[in-house]
């Protein structure tokens, strides 16, 4: 089974603080993702990896970078927490198949708290 | 700018009730629908469509695609309090791997 671990399952910062969240996947996965979910706006998209130390974009990357110095480890960074970062993160993996599968396989996800 | 509605936002039925959830999607180059289940912790995968026409099956739970009018249907029979959930809908286009996400239909299923 595919095993997607996330460094802490719920968290409290402060505003301006640094924050790491990490993920890391057992299953060689090519792509790695992170998604924000909150209430009534479903899951959007932070940023993503295709590959070892390639990155893009999602939807919503203000205030958010990332690391992918290893496969199996992609890491979000809030360079200054702020309030409005106040969400439930979720890391996924997938294969490098398109038109195969493209399934994603979801952590638990960490509950960040911004004070 | 793609887009995935789910309707409704929200469900409350009793046990043994049948429901359907509603998927709609604007996508440029269309590839495949998901269907995920999220119980209080990371979702977890229910069905991949590409065709249309052909329904998925899972137990009580069945999917079909309609490519032509850009939805797709999620139906569970007999509900079950265990099918208390949130389900999501997400799109992959033939670009690349990321996924789409509608906001998610809250199901809740009362004894």
């Known amino acids: 089974d595919v095993k997607v671990t996330q460094s802490s399952r719920y968290l409290v910062k402060r505003t301006g603080e640094k924050v790491f969240l990490e993920c890391v996947q057992d299953m060689d996965h090519e792509n790695m993702f992170w998604y924000r979910q909150d209430p009534g706006l479903g899951l959007r998209l932070i940023y993503f990896s295709y590959d070892v130390k390639m990155k893009e974009k999602g939807d919503i990357p203000e205030g958010y970078s990332v690391s992918r110095e290893k496969k199996e480890r992609f890491s979000l960074i809030l360079e200054s927490a702020s309030t409005n970062q106040t969400s439930m993160y979720l890391c996924?993996?997938?294969?490098?198949?398109?038109?195969?599968?493209?399934?994603?396989?979801f952590g638990p996800g960490t509950r960040l708290t911004v004070l | 700018e793609d887009k995935v509605v789910q309707s409704p936002l929200s469900l409350v039925v009793h046990e043994g009730d049948t429901v359907t959830l509603n998927c709609s999607y604007e996508?440029?180059?269309?590839?495949?629908l998901l269907w995920y289940k999220q119980e209080k912790k990371a979702p977890t995968f229910l069905f991949m469509l590409?065709?249309?026409?052909i329904e998925k099956k899972s137990g009580r739970l069945s999917s079909i695609l309609d490519k032509k009018e850009l939805f797709s249907i999620l139906n569970i029979t007999a509900t079950q309090t265990g099918d208390s959930a949130v389900y999501l809908c997400?799109?992959?286009?033939?670009?690349?791997?990321?996924?789409?996400f509608g906001e998610g239909t809250q199901l809740t299923v009362n004894p």
């Open positions: 590409t065709s249309s026409g």
């Open positions: 997400a799109v992959a286009e033939t670009s690349g791997s990321r996924l789409t």
């Open positions: 996924a993996s997938s294969p490098h198949l398109a038109g195969t599968t493209d399934t994603q396989y």
């Open positions: 996508v440029t180059n269309f590839r495949s």
